[in-house]
């Protein structure tokens, strides 16, 4: 049997959240193309042995984010967006840099330390020269 | 709309030392049920209600549409039962049980058993008593997935194995449900394998079920938030919070129903949500349990 995805145990998110995860990657790297039939619920349960349940709210969810159509009797499919890829991998970078800005808040620190930050560690700076902000930052 | 391959409205059993009741129960096609309980709780006795092998007190149950007791022979013809004490008996070989099942059962799929075989690494030529506790598990399951059922019914079908037979009988379950005709109900005191493969889940204890609902919604609406409460702060009182448990200026609630508005509720009464938790089906069954009994007590 192949396996379409993998889910793990050890992640600590709820499994339909994984799914949903897998799928939006597929999608964003080019092996899922823009109207691509993708496996059907119950075929994705038992390839990665998690309840049918499971992975019928994962689709519903990605369905309701435009991601993938379910036409009835049919099967489900990529959905047939022009800019879906970019749109998806758009979503993964806002997605880790809102987790940035959210950690930059609690620190008390300005968009323009942050931006300062992202632009050194993009140069390959080692974090040595940080201010008193950052030291709180390596006591966490 | 979709059958129900098994309805149990208000069964009731009484014995000596043990009370069964009142239970109701329903499984449709197409969906796994996890049947969670402490041992003892009356998970293998409500099996045997429904197989007709023991005859309930007071309500009504139907399997596959056949009242039981009354029309137990035909249910029984499309049900794979399975349970610990159904012991194979250790003179003869598996192959003989195959060919004995094959000739009662005229749904017995022998290029699937010959499947089987290889996916569970038996070997029909081996004589039953030569196998570990592991094999035998999967000997008994073989004989009962090989039929096809509509029905299958396993009391604690992973009890006792190792990972690698665990996996390979959970692999084997998911696919029978690929078919949405085809049903599970099993029971297990491990919540591990109940929260993956469960479309429904059933917490039964003490002889009665005291949570049942389907597994996304058990997942979703037990958490845990842990509070910042500031001094001359009360926390209100909410229905749904199984438990509380306080320590200076922290408390950890536990909550049975929990939504986004839970946390402004707590926020607005002058506490500090510092974080919610979500929290295993073990850590649901154990909350579940422990706070039915306190009720039960009081």
């Known amino acids: ?140 | 709309m979709t059958e129900r391959v098994i309805e149990v409205a208000g069964v009731e059993k009484a014995y000596r030392f043990f009370r069964l009741g009142s239970v109701s129960l329903e499984l449709e096609a197409g969906q796994i049920l996890g049947f969670v309980g402490p041992n003892g709780a009356g998970k293998s006795t409500l099996m045997r209600i429904l197989m007709g092998m023991i005859r309930h007190d007071r309500g009504t149950v139907r399997v596959l549409g056949h009242p039981i007791p009354e029309e137990q022979a035909s249910a029984k013809r499309d049900i794979g039962f399975v349970s610990e004490d159904m012991r194979l008996h250790g003179n003869v070989t598996l192959a003989w049980y195959m060919k004995f099942v094959a000739s009662i059962y005229a749904g017995w799929d022998a290029a699937y058993a010959d499947v089987l075989l290889r996916r569970f690494n038996l070997h029909a030529d081996q004589d039953i008593k030569a196998l570990s506790h592991g094999e035998r598990v999967k000997a008994t399951l073989l004989l009962a997935l090989a039929r096809r059922p509509r029905l299958l019914l396993l009391d604690e079908p992973t009890t006792g194995l190792d990972p690698v037979a665990r996996h390979e009988i959970l692999t084997e379950l998911m696919a029978v449900v690929e078919d949405e005709r085809r049903a599970i109900l099993f029971s297990s005191h491990n919540t591990q394998d109940v929260e993956q493969i469960s479309d429904q889940i059933t917490f039964i204890d003490r002889g009665r079920i005291i949570d049942s609902s389907d597994k996304e919604t058990f997942i979703d609406r037990w958490r845990r938030l842990h509070l910042d409460v500031p001094a001359g702060v009360t926390l209100p009182a909410l229905k749904d919070v199984v438990e509380t448990r306080t320590s200076g200026r922290m408390a950890i609630i536990t909550t049975r129903a929990y939504s986004p508005g839970t946390e402004s509720i707590y926020e607005r009464a002058g506490a500090h949500v510092r974080e919610v938790q979500r929290m295993t089906l073990e850590e649901i069954f154990v909350a579940n349990v422990m706070s039915n009994r306190k009720e039960q007590a009081a």
């Open chain 1, 1 to 140: 049997m192949h396996s379409y995805l993998v889910i793990s145990q050890a992640d600590r998110r709820p499994m339909y959240l994984q799914i949903m995860e897998q799928v939006r990657r597929r999608i964003a790297v080019g092996d899922w193309a823009p109207g691509y039939e993708i496996p059907s619920i119950r075929a994705l349960a038992a390839s990665v042995q998690v309840s049918v349940i499971t992975v019928k709210r994962a689709y519903l969810e990605l369905e309701r984010a435009g991601i993938i159509v379910t036409r009835q009797g049919k099967g489900s499919f990529v959905a047939e967006t022009s800019d879906l890829r970019t749109r998806l991998q758009q979503g993964e970078l806002d997605e880790h840099l809102s987790s940035a800005i959210e950690v930059g808040r609690q620190l008390g620190l300005t968009p323009s330390h942050v931006e300062k930050r992202l632009r050194e560690l993009w140069d390959g700076k080692p974090p040595d020269d940080a201010g008193k902000e950052g030291k709180e930052e390596d006591q966490r």
